[in-house]
C-alpha cells in the first residue's frame, strides 16, 4: 500500500524556518518524482516543488524561488523541503505527491498534508 506521510509543520514567525519531511512506503521510492504542493486558505493548489528520482533535478515556483530547497534521501525512502524566509504568504496545507505505477497503471498519490503557519 502506498503512503506518502508529511510531518514538520507548525506556527513560525515571518523571516523563519521549518523542514517538512515526506515519508514513503509501499512503492520504490527511488524510481519516482516526488513533488511538494501547498494549499493557502481561499485560493489553488499550487505545486511548491519537485524533485527527480536522483535527486540531481530539482524546480521550484516562482513565489519559492531563492528561499525554499526540495531534497531527498533514497536510503531513508523521504523527501524534505526545508523552507526559509517565510512569509504569511507561505501559510496553507503542504502536501508530498507522486505519480505511481502499479498494475500497468499510473497513480496520483496524495499524503494527509502538514498545516504550515507564518504569523507573529
Known amino acids: 500500500q502506498v503512503r506518502l506521510v508529511e510531518s514538520g509543520g507548525g506556527l513560525v514567525q515571518p523571516g523563519g524556518s521549518l523542514r517538512l519531511s515526506c515519508a514513503a512506503s509501499?512503492?520504490?521510492?527511488?524510481?519516482?518524482?516526488i513533488r511538494w504542493y501547498r494549499r493557502a486558505p481561499q485560493q489553488e493548489r499550487e505545486l511548491v516543488a519537485h524533485?527527480?528520482?536522483?535527486?540531481?533535478?530539482?524546480d521550484y515556483g516562482d513565489s519559492v524561488k531563492g528561499r525554499f530547497t526540495i531534497s531527498r534521501d533514497n536510503a531513508e525512502n523521504t523527501a524534505y523541503l526545508q523552507m526559509n524566509g517565510l512569509r504569511p504568504e507561505d501559510t496553507g496545507v503542504y502536501y508530498c505527491?507522486?505519480?505511481?505505477?502499479?498494475?500497468?497503471?499510473?497513480?496520483?498519490?496524495w499524503g494527509q498534508g502538514t498545516q504550515v503557519t507564518v504569523s507573529s
Open positions: 524533485i527527480s528520482p536522483s535527486g540531481e533535478d530539482t
Open positions: 509501499g512503492f520504490r521510492f527511488t524510481n519516482y518524482y
Open positions: 505527491n507522486a505519480d505511481v505505477f502499479a498494475t500497468g497503471n499510473l497513480y496520483n498519490y
